[in-house]
């Protein structure tokens, strides 16, 4: 098998309004926002243990200052000793590491630190209260809980700076949190960590009509932005189904991918400037706001996937593209993996310019769809196909994209890559095709237990290690396949009827 | 006025042959290449000079093993004490730092080091010819000049590997050498350092019809990916006027911008993966093919756009996009700035996701082209216009794009943005309308001495620069602003009769 690079941080599952609320405490009537907050991050205080996360696995690899340490071995001690290289290569593969113990190094909150925090803060940001905290200290998969007794709500990069610059000096631990959308842990503590969460820090700065360049704070929500942007003619290069909790800042340190990826392209290419805080409290300002700026190294891009281990993401600015108002979707059946790949191409090709999402699901995924959620249906006819695929064009002009669009799939039909398909006659029925890919990861919920796997892998090669896993699973999971195909990104997922260590073991 | 961030580091001027063949020594029949090779590049061995070139001037900058020395403070030193924000700032502004003068602390090649190199990589590619070596010391412009005694053509990462750790154990200094195509003097030798020309490492990995992902060697010019992608059906997300010897290594060094950046971004996001050889002779293997990639930080955006300071970069992995075949250029008059940028947007809006460049150039800048290069006429009736846009779409549909860009023009006309225009009505008057454009260095350099400025700036304020330099010349100068509207990428270029300390006195 081709050599695997999981890249499990990626924020999925429904906007659904009615899943989203299943995480907030419904007791909670002052939960820590309108959505609980928190991204994927392993951010480091001066000696803090940095979590690499391998599938189910959480693994543990030494921090130090923000350099990493494996092996007793930092980064930095790996350059100076000319080992850039093979620091690299540990870096990615954390599950060589042990299994992760309290540092007892780190220092334990005590009640001057809270009146330290009260002081710089105020009373209302410093939440010692259990509902608030249960919730903070819960993932929204309920696989991770950490029993922080403290989480802090920064207004500015100013407190977010004191509290670091406190904590470094005090060896507390902390955890940055942003939406608390990710699907690996990352964003909640692994023992007793302070919590920072980012969800009041929601301004938008500034936003220039000619260059399209949006600067605002890192706990601005996605779809917020969204909207904000849509009001300006604008869209945001990033969507995707956690847009409704997620934050920008936890996007941007976990460079997350989602549907637009495949039109638009990653952060790297989107983000022009990022505002940080480093574990010692010092702000580094790299908020440019240029489509090009070659002024010295740009280090911001460290910080864009690096999930809080070099410092907090407090500012983003991103470019973003005018709003284009003619949509099409079409939801495709093609009976092999191959087809599915060809057509990718010709759609890359006789689409273009205007093709804007390019998802895939396999019929194993359809099945749960159909079975666990409500009101969803297949619109195509029962026949049952191995393949899915949703095609999103987004151009300028209605009459001449429908057409593209139809000339594209009638080609797609003589050439044998479809056996079927249908094409969204309005808003309505285009939000019931997407309702049936972003509804994946809400039906896996219904249907059990679930192991996710988000992993980039050439195209070619991507559907192999689905069927590798039925292959070694057999009857004992149900594996389904969907994603990014336009990305060469994947959708794993083991579905079981509960968490059960003799499931995994057949796997892993 | 806005800060300016000088960004001197792109390649620009004519493809045009007769142009670049002055760059060739017309009495060498061994010239280093099919064309002189170069990138700007100040590479650091052990304890090298770094240079940071603002506009004309040199400055120096020490560096030690990759981190950046200013005023005897290293960038680690700076992140030790916790002054990152600092380092960052520094960086950007070597007008501060001291005028270079050689370290003597280097050593001077001697018979030794000429037999080792032999020994590495035979006799043919370790060149001492005097006629070579003034090809290769000499910049493109004729502005800077160094006095190498040697000239070293690797063929593998291996010998590049191999050179710098021999350079770095003789603490000799280097100068990675591409096309040789920078107009700032970073491609060439200060004083005598080694040049390690990278023009026979220029072999193209593989290509993934699939995915678009190609993988080659550094030396690789670019036209020649251009041709070789567009047999495969595919192009280059990027296009500069020095394609013709520019070498990819360089680009990505140098973080070029080009022609298509407005359509396609920026090469970070089209870079996937780099290998790079460190001062010390290891290599750092980062040659991804994935879309996506969240294994670790992601270190090969360092290496983009950092001149070679940190390593010479070997091999580059690259996203390209397929070929759409329905291409049409307009070139429109403007009367002012502020219609320039309205149109800009509208552009933007109503051509989306076909617009492929955004060129403009000013009357100045036309009358140059008009006056000095051979069989250029203005496609306009010759009323003098204050402002030319030029503006190409690329789309999948022949049809469908020319009514969308003639629906365009007209809104344009209609709307008062475009005083007058023309819209190419084959492939060689749209040939002719760019030739307007890329002939604009070509004109200059025929004009006389020039001084010339590669500068990002917020596209609202772009041509402010522009005209406060008209007025603090008057006379003593003929300044023009061309450039890439689309990216806020400004060509300012102060053309004189000859080279002389007096103009540019009148506005550094």
């Known amino acids: 098998m081709e050599r695997v690079r999981a890249s499990n941080r990626l924020l999925r599952y429904s906007s659904n309004k009615s899943l989203l609320d299943r995480r907030l405490n419904p007791s909670s009537q002052n939960s820590i926002h309108n959505s609980p907050s928190g991204y994927s991050h392993g951010f480091v205080n001066k000696c803090r243990d940095f979590h690499l996360y391998n599938g189910n696995h959480k693994w543990s690899v030494q921090t130090c200052f923000g350099f990493l340490r494996y092996r007793g071995e930092t980064f930095r001690d790996s350059v100076e000793r000319g080992c850039l290289e093979k620091a690299f290569r540990c870096r990615g593969f954390g599950s060589l590491a042990a299994k992760v113990e309290r540092n007892p190094s780190f220092s334990t909150l005590n009640a001057d630190d809270i009146s330290y925090f009260k002081g710089v803060l105020g009373e209302k940001t410093v939440v010692q209260e259990e509902e608030r905290l249960a919730i903070a200290n819960t993932d929204w998969m ?70 399209g360049i949006l600067v605002c704070e890192a706990g601005c929500i996605l779809e917020n932005l969204i909207t904000f942007l849509d009001n300006q003619g604008f869209i945001m290069p990033l969507d995707l189904g956690a847009k409704g909790s997620c934050q920008i800042g936890g996007n941007v340190s976990t460079n997350a991918g989602g549907l637009r990826l495949v039109r638009y392209g990653s952060l790297h ?68 993996y191959f087809s599915c790949q060809k057509l990718l191409v010709e759609a890359k090709r006789k689409l273009g310019e205007i093709l804007s999402a390019f998802e895939f699901l396999d019929s194993q995924s359809l099945d749960l769809v159909l079975n666990h959620l409500d009101g969803v249906r297949n619109p195509l006819p029962p026949t049952m196909h191995n393949f899915y695929i949703l095609i999103e064009t987004t151009g300028s002009d209605e009459t001449y994209d429908r057409q593209k669009l139809e000339a594209f799939l009638l080609y797609a039909m003589e050439a044998g890559l479809v056996s079927d398909g249908a094409l969204a006659q309005d808003i309505s029925q285009a939000s019931s095709f997407w309702r049936i890919r972003e509804g994946v990861p809400e039906a ?39 994603g990014h195909l336009g990305d060469g990104n994947l959708h794993l997922n083991i579905s079981a009827p509960q968490y059960d260590d003799r499931v995994s073991s057949l796997y892993l």
């Open 142 to 211: 309920h696989k991770y809980k950490g029993s922080s007794k403290l989480l802090l709500q920064p207004q500015s990069t100013e407190e977010v700076s004191q509290i670091l610059k406190y904590c470094n000096s005090r060896c507390l631990a902390v955890v940055p949190q942003g939406g608390n959308t990710g699907l690996v842990g990352g964003s909640v503590p692994v023992f007793d960590e302070v919590i920072i969460n980012m969800s009041l820090m929601n301004n938008i700065i500034s936003f220039d009509q000619v260059s």
């Open 269 to 336: 290419g989107n983000v022009l400037g990022i505002e940080a805080v480093l574990a010692d409290g010092n702000v580094i300002n790299m908020l440019g706001t240029l489509r090009k700026d070659n002024t010295g190294y740009d280090l911001k891009h460290l910080f864009i996937g690096s999930e809080g281990s070099l410092g907090i993401v407090t500012k983003v600015s991103i470019l973003t593209p005018p709003k284009l108002f003619s949509v099409n979707v079409a939801f495709l059946a093609c009976q092999d």
């Open 444 to 482: 896996l919920m219904k249907a059990g237990a679930v192991y996710k796997y988000d992993l980039s892998l050439p195209v070619e090669k991507m559907y192999d290690l689905v069927e590798e896993m039925r292959k070694r699973l057999s009857d004992s999971a149900n594996v389904v396949g969907y």
